[in-house]
């Protein structure tokens, strides 16, 4: 009972770190605007560019990176329980990308989850964290849909853990991770269909 009761408070201050909103705060306190009223309404670093400017969508990104990538990081180092199989890093990441997108703070009206999940996959592992980065940019860049980026480089994490020999419990969770990723995106995907889906640039 013990160790239950461990993971499962492993969970829930990974979901309140998660629930810490950068976006939202960076809106907030540059412009004084809820940039849940903004644009698509997220609070993620898509759409705080339309608020703020690029050199901000990089600062949230890669905020949200390290607030997914902490809380993974110290279980994986100070939770002994269920290690053997990654069950602490597995529920940390999985606390954390939750938290970000359904943040208890903001009435449960967050982000999608893309950076905070791309940092909890580079602290499970730096090298597949760094080739999911690489495919996103990739992609973004030669598209210019963020969303398109996103989509397709989560798809990636859950086979490139497998081709990295990483845990089983890592590898169900990039598939989780990314099923779950996919489905915040969903309006995106009937805009990209439809064509009306909004570009990073011009």
């Known amino acids: 009972m013990i160790k239950i009761g461990i993971i499962f408070g492993v969970f829930i ?23 849940r009223n903004v644009g698509s309404g997220s609070t993620g670093a898509t759409n705080v560019k339309r608020v ?10 890669l905020l949200d990176a390290l607030k997914g990538a902490v809380p993974v990081l110290l279980a994986i180092h100070f939770i002994q329980s269920f290690s053997n199989i990654g069950l602490p890093a597995v529920i940390a990441s999985l606390g ?18 893309v950076a905070t999940g791309v940092g909890t996959i580079l602290a499970l592992n730096w090298q597949v964290g760094l080739i999911i980065a690489v495919i996103w ?37 990039c598939a989780i991770g990314a099923i779950y990723i996919v489905y915040l995106h969903r309006e995106n995907i009937k805009r990209l269909i439809n064509g009306n889906e909004n570009k990073v640039r011009k």
């Open 13 to 35: 201050i990974s979901y309140l770190i998660g629930s810490i909103s950068t976006g939202y705060i960076i809106v907030k306190l540059k412009t004084g605007q809820d940039i």
């Open 96 to 113: 954390v990308i939750i938290g970000h997108s359904k943040p208890l703070f903001l009435k449960f009206k967050g982000g999608k989850s």
């Open 137 to 173: 940019s990739t992609i973004t860049y030669i598209s210019k849909y963020v969303s398109l980026g996103s989509i397709i480089s989560v798809l990636f994490a859950p086979i490139l853990m497998f081709l990295f020999h990483q845990p089983i419990s890592y590898i169900i969770y």
């Open 52 to 61: 703020l400017g690029t050199p901000y969508f990089f600062i949230v990104m």
